[in-house]
């Protein structure tokens, strides 16, 4: 089998690909041969040293796969081989095989022409933090309005796609046309172009059309000095929620989280997932079923093969991607 290692902490450049031995697969594990894999900012984060978990070295990034289970282990009755599964297993998806608890896999349709290997693999991190952020911290009301900053990234197209099913009115702000665009097929009713207008001012416009004194949410994947700007986007009542930094850690002026009655809403899915599984396994399953309904609609990925994930990770880190990122062993 072939997997990405990470030797030592530093830049995505220093990754190698090495042939390694299958490892067994011992008690209530399975093993998959690995179709697809999502490639996720955090990996990144990870593989730099820059995320607040340190794995011990070396390690083989990525969290998410989609594959075929080749083997069954000891006492494990629920699944066969031949399934299509999802694997969440924190770290080594980068690899073209994989052996995991099989509690840590989610059954597939076999068919794949509802969802496809690249966009289960690339959906699942993105989609269960905005049904989470927007069902469990706030409980998002027809009619809002949202504004999703980074909306051409993926966590920012999946907020997207989210609000428009929960009849929100939604604001996507990104960079480029190409994420523009992917932000208006998901769902956008107006799009803002953060590189060249001013998002905090636009977003109360539209929002302004409606009667409203700003917008009712701020999906703020983005952090950095934008945060503390577009807070002052919102409305009465109206909640920031603080997602992540790519750009960096705001600080917040607390005079106006005051005005307005404002609030500020943290979402740290992955944690609270971790201690409430009961409920993050109902979550998965109401977003699946709309997916596989084809009521949300995952984007499917860029492909990259296995060699190249170094490269993908730099693209996703430069911004270049729109959407998601899919390495293909
Ligand atoms: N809270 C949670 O539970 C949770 C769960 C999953 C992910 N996250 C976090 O969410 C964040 C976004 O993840 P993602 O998968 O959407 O990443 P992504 O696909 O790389 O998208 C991020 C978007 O942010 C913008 N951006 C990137 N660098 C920037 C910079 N330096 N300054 C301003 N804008 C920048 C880009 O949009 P434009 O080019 O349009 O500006 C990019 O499309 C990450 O920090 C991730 O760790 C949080």
Redesign the pocket.
């Known amino acids: 089998m072939r997997m990405v290692v990470c030797e030592e902490f530093g830049p995505v450049e220093r990754l190698r690909v090495v042939e390694r031995e299958s490892v067994p697969c011992g008690p209530g594990a399975v093993r998959i041969a690995v179709t697809a894999t999502g490639v996720?900012?955090?990996d990144g984060?990870f593989v730099k040293g820059e995320y607040q978990i340190k794995p011990p070295l070396p390690f083989t990034p990525g969290m998410e796969l989609v594959g075929r289970i080749t083997e069954i282990g000891e006492g494990v009755v629920d699944r066969a081989v031949g399934d299509r599964v999802f694997a969440n297993v924190g770290l080594g998806a980068y690899a073209s095989e994989v052996v995991a608890p099989s509690l840590a896999t989610l059954l597939l349709p076999a068919d794949t022409s509802t969802l496809s290997d690249g966009q289960a693999a690339t959906f699942m991190?993105?989609y269960l933090?905005g049904w989470?952020?927007l069902r469990e911290r706030v409980q998002a009301r027809e009619g809002q309005s949202m504004l999703v900053?980074?909306?051409?990234?993926?966590?920012?197209?999946a907020a997207v796609d989210i609000g428009a099913l929960l009849g929100l009115r939604v604001i996507a702000?990104?960079?480029?046309p190409e994420?523009r665009e992917l932000a208006l097929r998901q769902g956008a009713v107006a799009v803002i172009d953060?590189?060249t207008e001013d998002v905090k001012e636009r977003a109360k416009e539209i929002a302004g059309e409606s009667g409203a004194s700003g917008v009712d949410l701020v999906y703020d994947?983005?952090?950095?000095e934008?945060s503390a700007t577009c807070l002052r986007a919102l409305g009465d009542d109206g909640a920031l929620l603080?997602?992540?930094?790519?750009?960096?850690i705001p600080m917040l002026p607390a005079n106006q989280v005051l005005l307005r009655n404002r609030r500020v809403i943290g979402?740290?899915?992955?944690g609270w997932a971790l201690r409430n599984g009961a409920r993050n396994n109902e979550l998965t399953g109401e977003v699946l079923d709309h997916v596989l309904a084809g009521r949300l609609h995952p984007v499917e990925p860029a492909s990259y093969p296995l060699e190249r994930a170094a490269e993908a990770l730099a693209d996703?880190?430069a911004?270049k991607?729109?959407?998601?990122v899919a390495l293909r062993p």
């Open positions: 996720n900012y955090v984060l991190q993105s933090t989470f952020a900053l980074g909306a051409g990234g993926g966590v920012g197209a702000a990104a960079s480029t994420k953060s590189s994947p983005i952090g950095g934008q603080v997602i992540g930094f790519v750009a960096g979402v740290d899915w992955g996703l880190d911004r991607v729109a959407g998601k």
